[in-house]
């Protein structure tokens, strides 16, 4: 079955402190993998995606992604963490089409 | 306007009541959806619309009922709700999937109080 996995319910950094938040996908071929974003009581922002070619993709806010075929995975990353980037993390992925599959998110809080 | 819209913001609404949901987009996109946002529960995609044309229901109960008149709007038809139907009410658009774009844009939501 295709499923996207976040193992991480609930992460806690230090601001400045780096952070990865993970995603596993379950697919039989190469999927196109996104990250959103959402705050409190808005919509889903779309931070960075791949679809083809280098494996590390740079988004909006200063986030990246690394694209690992061999562990099925898509881990957002973030070099230094703003107390602003306090939020729920989706990762989804579609093989093409119009059906994206979410991950349950990562809710991320920021202590200051 | 940019981007996509969502009115209202927030909406309670008894369980006799009916009302819609609105949402447009300004991107010059060609599919739409709707999706449903529960606590602590998955993002579930409830339709979607490809050239005004309705291509998915993902089994949702006719007392929700989706309307799309052209590309830029879509509406979801509310009537005789149940109090499981509270949720956030999230639109998206994106270009059509044989443009081979996939990324799906959010508008804010609708917070849906059923009471």
């Known amino acids: 079955a295709q499923s996207v996995t976040q193992p991480d319910i609930h992460i806690t950094v230090s601001e400045g402190a780096s952070l990865e938040l993970r995603c596993n996908y379950s697919y039989g071929a190469t999927p196109y993998l996104f990250w959103y974003v959402q705050s409190p009581g808005q919509g889903l922002q779309l931070l960075l995606k791949?679809?083809?070619?280098?494996?590390l993709v740079q988004g909006i806010k200063g986030f990246e992604a690394e694209f690992k075929r061999s562990q099925s995975s898509f881990n957002l990353r973030k070099p230094s963490v703003h107390w602003s980037d306090a939020a729920e993390y989706f990762c989804?992925?579609?093989?093409?089409?119009?059906?994206?599959?979410f991950g349950t998110g990562t809710q991320l809080k920021v202590e200051l | 306007e940019t981007g996509v819209t969502q009115t209202p913001r927030h909406l309670v609404m008894g369980m006799t009541n009916k009302k819609s949901l609105k949402c447009e987009q300004h991107l010059g996109h060609n599919a739409m959806y709707w999706y449903k946002q529960s606590a602590k529960k998955p993002l579930e995609l409830m339709f979607v619309?490809?050239?005004?044309?309705?291509?998915e229901n993902n089994s949702v109960p006719s007392r929700f009922s989706p309307e799309c008149p052209n590309s830029s709007h879509l509406f979801l038809h509310l009537h005789t709700l149940q109090p499981e139907d509270s949720a956030l009410y999230l639109c998206?658009?994106?270009?059509?999937?044989?443009?081979?774009?996939?990324?799906?844009?959010f508008g804010p939501g609708t917070r849906l109080t059923v009471t």
């Open positions: 791949y679809f083809s070619g280098d494996t």
């Open positions: 998206a658009s994106s270009r059509s999937p044989w443009e081979g774009a996939y990324e799906q844009y």
């Open positions: 989804a992925f579609t093989g093409g089409g119009n059906k994206l599959t």
């Open positions: 619309y490809n050239f005004k044309e309705q291509t």
